[in-house]
C-alpha cells in the first residue's frame, strides 16, 4: 500500500504523453506467442527460460521476423520484497554492408530488477521497477540504458480444486537513461515507450496456465518537422506510434523434487 501513489503517477504521465502528441500512427497488429518454462525453487522463487516468436501481420501474410530467448531468476526475501536479473537475446537476419548474403545478428539485453508486492483490498497490486541495458548486434544501432517501471492489478478467482482465472491489468513506462542533453539536440520525451495490457490467465492445474492478452504498445518521439510548401506540417515533430498486439503465453511449471508445494505464482508476464 505504501506504493499506491506510484498508480495514478503513472497513470497521468500516460495520459499527459498521448494527450500532448501532435501526430498519431497506427502501426500493423503484432502477434506474440511465447511458451515458458518455470522452475519452482525454494518458497516463491524461481527461475525462467521462455521463448517467443513475434509474428508481424501484413496484406502479404505473416511475418516471422526474429526469435527471442528469455532467461530469469527471481528470488523473494520476504512476502513484499523481491529482486532478480534476466537475460533477454533476440535472433534475427540482417544484411552487411549493404550485401546481398544474410547474416544472423543477436541483441543482448541484461537487466537487474526489484519488484514489491502488497494489496489493495482482494486485489493483489505489484510494482517492478528494472534498468537495462540494450547491447545491439546489429550495425545501425547503438547501445543504451533504459529503466522501467510496470505498475500491475490482478485478483485469482478460484474455480475449482486447481483451476483459477486471474485477470490483470499492467501499464509499463520506460524511458532512456540521460545523464547529458546536448544543447543542439531536440527535447526528448519524458517517457520513450509506453505498454498498456489486459489479460486473463487461466489456471488449469499447479502444472500448466495460459494467458491471452491484448496490449497497445507506444514509441514517443521528437524529431525535426517537416513542411511542406504552404507551411503545413506533413511529418516529424511529437509523434506517437502505436502498436496493437496480441499475445498468447503458455506455462509449464516445474516444481523442485517433483511434487507440486504450496507457493504464490506471478503472472505470465513476470
Known sequence: ???LYCLPLALSLFWAVSATAQRRTISSTLLLPELQTEFALKDDDYLLVGLRAPLLTASSGIDLQR?????GYERFWDQQWSGGATLRAEFYNGYSGGGDVGKLYTDLVPELFVRHWSTLGSFNFRQRLGIEYFVPGGENSES????R???DLDRVFPLGEHAAIRPRLAYEAAAYLRLQREETELKERVIDFGTLRAEVGVIVSPRFDFTPWVASQSTYLNTLPQYDALGNQTSGGRTNFIAPIIGLDMRLTLFRGGEPFERRQLPTQH
Do not use: D, P, S
Open 1 to 3: 500500500m505504501r506504493y
Open 67 to 71: 526469435l527471442g530467448l528469455n532467461v
Open 144 to 147: 543504451r540504458a533504459i529503466t
Open 149 to 151: 517501471l510496470r505498475l
